[in-house]
Structure formats: C-alpha cells, structure tokens
C-alpha cells in the first residue's frame, strides 16, 4: 500500500482595511483609519481639490486559494472621496479553497464616493469571490467600476479554467437599488468565446452610478463609448435613478483606453486616479 502525502500547510494571506471620512472645516478629511496584514491604505496628498483620494494596497502582492482581503469604505455626509489601488489585483492558481475578496461601503446623506479600483487579473487555474455590499442615503452618489481581464494576452497568457463569482449588492436608503451575480466556472475560454458572452474579448468592465439624475449623463457616456473606436464595445442604460455602462475589449490595454473616457464623464469631468495613468 502506498501512502499519499499530505499537501503542505501553505502560508495564507489576510487583510482587513478601513477607512472613514469626515468634513472638516469645508472639506473632506480623513476621520479613522485602519490596516491590517496585508491591507495597507496610503492618502495622496491632493493639492486643491475638495475630494480625498485612497489608494489600496495588496502588500502579498496577489491572491491564492484561502486567501482573504477585506476592505470597507465611509463616506460621511457632505464628503468626497475617490478610492482605487496601487496596481491591478492578481487571482493566482488555487489548489481547491477560493480566495475571498469583500467590499462595503456606505455613502452619507449628500455625499460622493468613487470606487475604481483598477482591474482585476484572473490566471489561469485561479478561484476568487468577490462581494460587494454598499448603503447609499437619498441625495448621495456612487459610482463603482470593476474591471476583470482574463490573462495577459501580451504575455501570451490564456486562461483555460477558473472560478469566478462576483456578487453585488447596493441598497439606497435601505432599500435594494441594483443587485448582480457574475459567475465564470469552468472553461473560461470556450465561455468568453461566445457571442452573447464575451464575443472573444478577455477583457471587460462593469460601472454603476447611482445619482439623483443619472439621465443627464447618458448621452455624454455614450458618445465616449462611440469614440471608443475598434478598442472596445460598450453599452450604457439609465433608469430608476441609475446608469448602468458594460464594456468588452480584446484585451486590457484596449479596454482601459476606452474606460478612462466614460469614466471621465461620469465624474464629472475630473480625471481618474494618477496610478490609472502612470
């Protein structure tokens, strides 16, 4: 009889962020902070501007099975932040577990809070759950973008087999505003391969914006999709106070030249987070 070795315990990775905002003396300002494990938060100083900017940082560098990273968000009434991460997140191979990624957020009465994270990488043979929970008061404004690359084509990268299951949920008030369920399990290549899927592309994005008048923003995000060109595709719907934007490209750099234009209208004309464009 042969023995099977058992697998090695492996290092695992943990980290839990969170940050809150507070208006102090007309502007916002940073009210608690706290970071954990691999969860680090730094604050660019932002000369001028109203709004208050967090860049998130995975210190390991990637996510593996087992692998847990929390992150939660407050906008107190009357502030203005804009949160986005150092670089792209990376889901690496997993021998079983997923890794689990969760996201709150709360948006106070007549305040604004931009979740833009830059994109998520998923490897070929990788697991990840993501959650995002969000409150919104009446008279607030969110706007969420995520953006999931299959690979790096450039790399000649392909991802045959993965999980993925992203799930959203986003409360106005109380009440459920926009929910959503992405799920990618099993041959990612032959799924994103079909028309009514990914058409071929490996890469894409999802943006919500949740406003009191998101109907005024429609026109303006559709003529950047339109001169998006051959980069990407897109769509963008707006109703029950809610703008709704998909984006499929062949690839990352394709996809992130079209996103940079919507997401500039959707801000108002303010343009992203440097580390989007360094």
């Not at 992150?71 to 890794?99: H, M």
């Amino acid at each position: 009889m042969t023995a099977t070795a058992a697998l090695p315990r492996l290092q695992l990775t943990e980290g839990d962020g969170r940050i809150t905002f507070k208006i102090l003396e007309g502007g916002t300002a940073l009210e608690r902070l706290h970071q954990g494990g691999a969860a680090k938060v730094r604050l660019p100083h932002s000369h001028g501007r109203r709004a208050m900017e967090a860049v998130l940082i995975n210190t390991s560098g990637g996510l593996a099975g087992g692998d847990r990273l929390d992150w939660a968000v407050e906008a107190g009434p009357g502030t203005q932040a804009v949160i986005t991460t150092q670089a792209c997140e990376r889901a690496y191979r997993s021998l079983g577990d997923p890794a689990r990624v969760s996201i709150a957020l709360r948006v106070g009465e007549g305040a604004r809070l931009d979740w833009l994270p830059q994109e998520t990488i998923l490897y070929d043979g990788s697991s990840l759950e993501r959650r995002l929970d969000a409150e919104v008061a009446p008279g607030a404004t969110l706007l969420v973008c995520e953006a999931v690359l299959l690979g790096r084509l450039a790399h000649g990268e392909r991802v045959r087999a993965a999980r993925f299951h992203d799930r959203w949920r986003i409360r106005r008030g109380g009440r459920l505003a926009f929910a959503e369920d992405t799920r990618l399990d099993g041959a990612v290549d032959a799924i994103a391969s079909r028309a009514a899927t990914l058409d071929g592309g490996a890469a894409y994005a999802s943006i919500l914006l949740l406003t009191d008048d998101p109907s005024s923003l429609l026109d303006p995000v559709r003529d950047a999709l339109a001169g998006a060109g051959d980069d990407a595709v897109g769509g963008a719907s707006a109703f029950d106070g809610k703008l709704i934007c998909r984006m499929v490209a062949q690839d990352g750099l394709r996809l992130r030249r079209a996103l940079i234009p919507a997401l500039t209208v959707l801000r108002g004309g303010l343009g992203l987070p440097r580390v989007w464009t360094n």
